[in-house]
């Protein structure tokens, strides 16, 4: 689909980009000739992560070890970063969501979301975006969103309040930073099963089940199809392309609602076990990152 060494010349930072989403990104930014720098709160994973991509492919791919909820931190790491030759790009993946009927939430549950969605996506764009204008670079952001920020996200609030600012965002810097050649754009992708999301989202469940019961196109997302627009929207030749947020979820959006209202008819007990699931997935990352 995209030539050979496209994207040589490029150089860009991943958050999250340790696991996951942000992975299967950064493996095909690289795999195109770009520069990738790779951010999460697991340095081990991150540098784990740098060595596989460099071995499959080549290149060059840098890894640091940042909390993006802490201001002063990502502004140092995007300091360090530019030092070596600014960035050309930014992908803002790094996130965190669970479901939780919105009256069991506590002030820390809202916060673990809002803080690495909302708080994390801006100090990471503001802090290159501003080193593109002094530098009078130009620049290019793509920031992973959902369709709820459209229709609400029912059982999932804190995403979908934090995830509407990030689409704020998105429109507004596409018109504040406009004329110094940065551009900004977001996607909103359908259920792509990985580990993370899957025992969050849809705790007990086969990974993308529900997705294919309900979706227009009867499965889940693929890795590779979220690679393939992230690239399209990362490389040269849409420059005049900002400002806007691309579904990709097989029509389930438009069909459905896409979000998880379905979850409206769970009882007590069902709730109970989801938040038994999504807390024993919680301390099983944290003995992870300790260890």
């Not at 995007?78 to 790094?94: M, S």
């Amino acid at each position: 689909m995209f030539q050979p060494g496209l994207m040589k010349g490029q150089k860009i930072l991943v958050t999250g980009g340790g696991t996951g989403l942000g992975r299967a990104m950064s493996e095909k930014f690289l795999s195109l000739g770009a520069e990738i720098a790779i951010c999460g709160r697991r340095k081990q994973v991150c540098e784990d992560t740098a060595g596989e991509l460099m071995k499959a492919h080549g290149g060059k791919v840098s890894s640091y070890g940042v909390d993006i909820r802490d201001a002063a931190a990502v502004d140092a790491m995007v300091g360090e970063i530019f030092k070596q030759g600014p960035l050309t790009g930014l992908v803002n993946n790094a996130a965190g969501n669970f479901i939780s009927r919105t009256e069991d939430l506590s002030p820390n549950g809202f916060d673990a979301v809002a803080n690495i969605v909302m708080r994390g996506t801006f100090y990471v764009t503001q802090a290159v975006g501003k080193r593109w204008i002094a530098g009078k670079h130009k620049g290019n952001v793509v920031s992973v969103s959902v369709t709820w920020v459209r229709n609400g996200g029912p059982f999932v609030v804190p995403s979908a309040m934090s995830k509407a600012a990030v689409a704020a965002m998105t429109t507004s810097l596409a018109s504040e930073w406009g004329r110094y050649g940065i551009r900004l754009n977001a996607i909103a992708p359908g259920e792509i099963p990985t580990e993370g999301m899957s025992k969050r989202l849809n705790p007990g469940e086969k990974p993308g089940a529900r997705t294919a019961a309900r979706n227009p196109m009867g499965r889940a997302g693929t890795l590779e199809e979220l690679q393939n627009l992230a690239a399209f929207l990362m490389s040269p030749g849409c420059d005049w392309l900002s400002g806007e947020m691309i579904a990709m979820d097989g029509a389930q959006a438009l069909a459905t609602g896409g979000n998880f209202y379905e979850l409206r008819e769970w009882g007590d007990a069902q709730w109970k076990a989801a938040r038994d699931a999504i807390v024993a997935q919680n301390q099983k990352d944290k003995a992870q990152r300790g260890a």
